[in-house]
C-alpha cells in the first residue's frame, strides 16, 4: 500500500533553516506529482508547495516564495523542502500529499497523505 513518512520538523528560531523530508513507498514515484501542505490550530489545511513527476516544474505560495525550495530524487523516492529564514507564522504540522500526474493546490487535489511533521519558529 501506498505509504509516504516525512520527517525533519522541530523547534527553531526565527531565522533558523530547516529540511524536511518526505519519503514514498509503494508507488511508482516518478509518476506522482508531490506537494507539501501545512496546517496551523484553528485553520485550515494551507498549500505550500508542489514539484511535479519530472521535477520539471514547481509552484510555491506567495507566503513562502523566496525562503522555500522544493526538490525530488527520484532514485531514492523522496521529496524534500528547504525551508530558510523561518518565521513564527510559518509554524503548522507540515504534510507531504501525492497524486499520480496532479497538480493542483487544493487538499482535495491529493488520495495520499502523509502522517505530517511538526515545525514550530519561536519569535
Known amino acids: 500500500q501506498v505509504q509516504l513518512v516525512e520527517s525533519g520538523g522541530g523547534l527553531v528560531q526565527a531565522g533558523a533553516s530547516l529540511s524536511l523530508s518526505c519519503v514514498a513507498h509503494g508507488v511508482a514515484f516518478d509518476t506522482y506529482t508531490m506537494v507539501w501542505f501545512r496546517q496551523s490550530p484553528g485553520k485550515s489545511r494551507e498549500f505550500v508547495a508542489a514539484?511535479?513527476?519530472?521535477?520539471?516544474?514547481?509552484n510555491y505560495a506567495d507566503s513562502v516564495k523566496g525562503r522555500f525550495n522544493i526538490s525530488r530524487d527520484n532514485g531514492k523516492n523522496t521529496m524534500f523542502l528547504q525551508m530558510n529564514n523561518l518565521q513564527p507564522e510559518d509554524t503548522a504540522v507540515y504534510y507531504c500529499?501525492?497524486?499520480?500526474?496532479?497538480?493542483?493546490?487544493?487538499?482535495?487535489?491529493?488520495?495520499?497523505w502523509g502522517q505530517g511533521t511538526q515545525v514550530t519558529v519561536s519569535s
Open positions: 514539484i511535479n513527476w519530472t521535477g520539471s516544474r514547481t
Open positions: 500529499a501525492a497524486e499520480q500526474y496532479g497538480y493542483g493546490t487544493d487538499s482535495e487535489d491529493y488520495g495520499y
